[in-house]
């Protein structure tokens, strides 16, 4: 159950691992392909067309049967999924083994007025959104009247600010900063640096993922293109047209960005079943406790992580949840479901994060790779390297690297 990085890597590598006579293999997801969502601040700036990052689960699992639809139930007791298709009508799934990856969603706060104007960078529907809609507003802005009050919407309509200075957070705002100098002669009326572009987070470091040291020199890229980074404050209310921050400032806007960290799926908390911090519990193997037959990986699951030490109760830490564990999760995940069927032999979930890469557009990024921490034109050819890697799928690998040999090449200012 999922389509994501921890469910599309585990049927991939059953397709491998048992026969067509030793398994029949069923996939329930709301679509039809796998999302590399790491890529998506890069649709948002167009510099990738969305179906780039969108890999066809009919092309790459050609054994596995597809299902669409949510998941609105899980009966344990009688092993049925209550699938509500697209169509809006639910049916039963059976299911003899069943691997829970419902992954996550962006996590809400319960701040006024956020629901109703964020925008997140979730979705292929959300970050084609977002490109629109920022050009939307900047063809607005264009149009106005050269008068104090047409210049007061103006500077409104050109201030985005994105709330989340992680990993999509900062990628999204870098990259579609750079951007603008690549499409700067679509309006006559400003230019680049007069669109303002702040950075909001309760943290005290930007990219916290990646350290204190590559935090601050995602900073420094940041502060020199002049994005204006406001950390250790949060959002206290949002309008259609303002966002008020803690330290009491009132930003006039019309494009709010929610990139404040993900949630498991609320499916999870449908379960009845333990969970901590939201996240499933499960053992060492991915299985869940109670259940025979039962793995849980991915986003929703809390994974024990057996290369870190154990903590002050004697609990084990979990994994992060990221594209690199699902995709790890997937494959043990699938040797554990194929051991239940007698190919091979069950074993825990091991791996040691390799690292983490962000590309801040241009030549900047910042990355840590294997322990080591880059900066500059390496750490951003390692980033591409890296996702031009992990893409699942040679078509999606030559669409996306034609895509960035062929992108616009942006001001030399605004590389730097």
């Known amino acids: ?36 969502s790491p890529l998506l601040p ?21 054994r596995t049967t597809p299902v669409f639809g949510h998941v609105t139930d899980v009966d344990f007791a009688s092993r049925t999924l209550t699938v509500l298709g697209r169509d809006g009508k639910p049916e039963q799934q059976r299911w003899d083994r069943l691997v ?17 104007h964020a925008r997140g960078l979730k979705t292929l529907e959300e970050a084609t959104f977002l490109r629109n809609h920022v050009l939307g507003q900047l063809d607005l802005a264009d149009a106005l009247p050269d008068t104090p009050a047409g210049r007061q919407q103006r500077q409104e309509l050109l201030t985005v600010v994105a709330v989340g200075a992680g990993y999509t957070g900062t990628e999204f705002v870098a990259k579609m900063q750079n951007w603008m100098y690549g499409i700067a002669d679509r309006w006559s009326s400003f230019g680049p640096d007069d669109v303002r572009w702040l950075l909001i987070d309760l943290a005290p470091h930007v990219l916290p993922e990646l350290g204190p040291r590559l935090g601050a020199e995602a900073m420094k890229v940041l502060h020199h293109r002049g994005v204006e980074v406001r950390l250790t404050v949060s959002v206290v209310s ?23 960290g993900v949630a498991p799926s609320p499916l999870i908390a449908t379960l009845g079943l333990p969970t901590t911090k939201g996240r499933l519990v ?50 043990t995940a699938a040797r554990n479901v194929a051991a239940s069927l007698g190919v091979g032999q069950s074993r825990p979930y091991r ?45 999606a690998k030559v669409r996306v690297a034609t895509d960035w040999l062929y992108a616009r090449s942006c001001r030399p200012v605004s590389c730097n």
């Open 100 to 116: 829970l990856t419902p992954g996550s969603v962006t996590r809400e706060f319960d701040i006024p007025g956020v629901a109703e």
């Open 282 to 331: 499960v053992n060492d193997d991915l299985s869940v406790p109670g259940h025979t037959h039962v793995w849980a990986l991915g986003d929703s699951a809390a994974v024990p992580d057996l290369t870190q030490g154990a903590l002050a109760d004697g609990s084990r830490p979990v994994t992060a949840p990221t594209a690199q564990h699902a995709q790890r999760q997937g494959h």
């Open 351 to 395: 791996h040691r994060d390799l690292g983490l890469v962000a590309d801040l557009g241009g030549t900047q990024g910042v990355a840590k790779a294997l322990g080591v921490p880059l900066t500059g034109p390496i750490a951003k050819v390692t980033a591409r390297g890296y996702h031009l890697f992990a893409l699942p799928s040679a078509a």
């Open 1 to 36: 159950m999922g389509a994501g990085f921890a469910g599309f890597h585990t049927l991939r590598r059953l397709e491998r691992t048992l026969s067509p006579e030793q398994a029949s293999l069923v996939l329930v997801a709301p679509s039809d392909y796998l999302l590399y």
């Open 42 to 62: 890069e649709v948002a700036t167009g510099v990738l067309d969305p179906r780039d990052i969108a890999v066809s689960l009919r092309q790459t699992l050609r």
């Open 238 to 260: 949002a309008t259609a047209t303002s966002v008020t921050l803690t330290d009491g400032d009132v930003i006039s806007t019309r494009t709010l960005v929610w990139s404040a």
